[in-house]
């Protein structure tokens, strides 16, 4: 485990886009290290600016951030650098070039560690292809370590981006929507994989979903973000049905949920039911 | 029905907001180039006139048949080799004065433009004088460039490395600085976002997206070189310009026909190593 706190504070954030977009107003979230927190809400809400703005990606344009009791946007460069490989996002369309192979995707997890020329290597000679097989086999994708990327459909790609993150060891994880294009077993399995992480290394975890049934299942903290703001913050236990169709207001009377065919209420009492019997949910 | 279609309001025609722009731009095309095409002289109608035609039908023979003249045909590939020497030689050292410059240059590869990060300013210094430099050595034509070295190196081929490394190290570090920013920069993008150093943000997300056009480029530079080595011969620098400026000033046509044929399979050499290269990077 690592020796830095990686506690998570954002205080009365704001991010106003170039576009004049304003994508964040005043968002005030404390995490503690080790914690893990889903992030829920229509489209348009806001999640991915708030991971953006967590991940050191972008600066707030008012309010403060500190990881680990520390302003980011005070270090100097090095300094920086060393946090954010401390830092690992799972993007919603995650960022690999097709020509890449699977391997070296994931292995690019390490990067922020590794010396110069063990980067460089290991583009010829796979330094941990080991490491790299072990990510991907908890995410069911073991046997297309030594694949090219453009082999892979988008479900799979998505799941090189989480092995990344998993392979680089990360003490704070930040997923934007990681499991918006897989199907419910995989959605499931790959939250899972996300999870464990945190339960077994400590890592904090915030994790963006579309649905609402994975948050419910596998996450003891509820933050609800609508029109860039934070709606509701409580533990899962707490948060009632009517607050989640009250934050889906404008997407219609159905929540998003990765089960299929499923409408809503019966569904999401369930899925409660399991998210109380998980070991670590209040 | 057709009563109620009828009362229904004739919908508001759809305006293309960007077609306004664009047939600006096409004008302005035309009313800039025309006066430009009048102060260059361009008459090609003067080139069918019956006394030109035979002219150019006369200098055209002169050039028939190639010459086969065994001790030439020494001459000339003792020259051929000297000129891929040449352009090989000057394209190596070109793509060293090229690469560190490029990557200094280029934009994507740039952590300090992450947020307003720490040493942004001076980030934005270097990235321009490095372009400065790239301009620099590209403005000054190779054959100047060989006029110079000549003087330091006296006649010979050694003058012809140097003035090719020097203006096409410009054009490779300007056109690699292009090609590396417009292909997919969010890979760059979320592996810096990591913690990881540029260069091996550069080898794991930048060259995997482009690496054939890079290669194509210099393959295609070194082709630009080999016909340089033409201009550079007339100014003592060696090679096959050399061996042309001789049967030119000799008025000996055949001679600078069979040099010309040369050109022509260097070229499809050229065009064949490209595919090669394009098809094993593919």
């Known amino acids: ?282 | 029905m057709s009563a109620s279609a009828a009362t229904l309001p004739a919908p508001a025609p759809l305006r293309d907001p960007a077609a306004r722009g664009r047939i600006g731009a096409l004008v302005v095309a035309v009313v800039v180039l025309w006066p430009l095409l009048a102060l260059a002289e361009f008459k090609p109608w003067q080139l069918l006139a019956p006394g030109n035609l035979q002219v150019m039908a006369n200098f055209l023979a002169g050039f028939l048949p190639p010459s086969t003249a065994p001790d030439f045909l020494a001459l000339l590939a003792k020259a051929t080799v000297e000129t891929l020497a040449i352009a090989t030689a000057g394209i190596a050292l070109a793509f060293v004065v090229a690469v560190p410059l490029a990557v200094v240059a280029t934009r994507s590869l740039a952590v300090s433009r992450i947020g307003p990060g720490p040493g942004r300013a001076a980030g934005a210094a270097l990235r321009t004088a490095a372009r400065a430099i790239l301009t620099l050595l590209r403005a000054i034509p190779e054959v100047v460039w060989a006029l110079v070295f000549v003087r330091a190196l006296g006649l010979g081929p050694g003058a012809g490395v140097l003035a090719l490394a020097v203006t096409y190290g410009g054009m490779l570090g300007k056109v690699y600085t292009e090609i590396l920013e417009s292909g997919d920069t969010r890979p760059a993008r979320a592996l810096l976002e990591a913690g990881s150093p540029r260069i091996a943000a550069l080898f794991y997300a930048l060259v995997p997206t482009t690496a054939q056009e890079l290669a194509s480029y210099t393959v295609y530079r070194w082709e630009c070189a080999v016909r340089a080595s033409v201009v550079m011969g007339f100014v003592g620098a060696g090679g096959l310009g050399q061996l042309m400026d001789q049967s030119m000033k000799m008025l000996n046509g055949g001679e600078a026909s069979s040099i010309l044929l040369t050109f022509l399979a260097l070229v499809i050499v050229a065009d064949a190593l490209s595919a090669v290269i394009r098809r094993v990077l593919a």
């Open chain 1, 1 to 282: 485990m690592s020796d830095l706190p990686h506690d998570v504070r954002l205080v009365s954030a704001s991010l106003v886009h170039p576009n004049g977009h304003r994508a964040l107003r005043a968002v005030s979230l404390a995490l503690g290290a080790g914690e893990r927190v889903a992030v829920i809400g229509p489209s348009g809400a806001g999640k991915t600016t708030l991971v953006r703005v967590l991940g050191t990606s972008l600066k707030p344009s008012g309010g403060g951030l500190a990881i680990g009791g520390v302003d980011p946007w005070q270090l100097g460069a090095e300094a920086l650098r060393t946090l954010r490989a401390k830092i690992g996002v799972v993007h919603q369309n995650p960022p690999i070039p097709p020509r890449l192979r699977v391997v070296t995707a994931v292995l690019a997890g390490r990067l922020g560690t590794w010396p110069a020329w063990r980067s460089l290597a290991s583009l010829f000679a796979p330094h941990d292809a080991a490491a790299a097989r072990t990510a991907l086999e908890r995410l069911d994708l073991g046997e297309r370590v030594f694949d090219r990327c453009d082999r892979l459909s988008g479900g799979q790609l998505q799941r090189v981006g989480i092995a990344r993150v998993l392979c680089q060891q990360a003490d704070v994880i930040l997923a934007d929507e990681p499991v918006s294009a897989l199907d419910p077993a995989l959605a499931d399995l790959s939250v899972g994989a996300l999870v464990a992480e945190n339960e077994a290394r400590g890592a904090t975890l915030v994790a963006s979903l579309h649905a609402v049934d994975l948050a419910l299942k596998w996450f003891p903290r509820l933050v609800g973000m609508k029109d860039g703001e934070i709606v509701f913050d409580r533990p899962t236990a707490a948060v009632t049905t009517a607050m989640l169709h009250d934050l889906y207001a404008t997407e219609g009377r159905v929540l998003p949920q990765q089960g299929v065919d499923v409408v809503v209420d019966r569904r999401m009492r369930r899925a409660n039911v399991v998210a109380l019997k998980r070991p670590g949910c209040q």
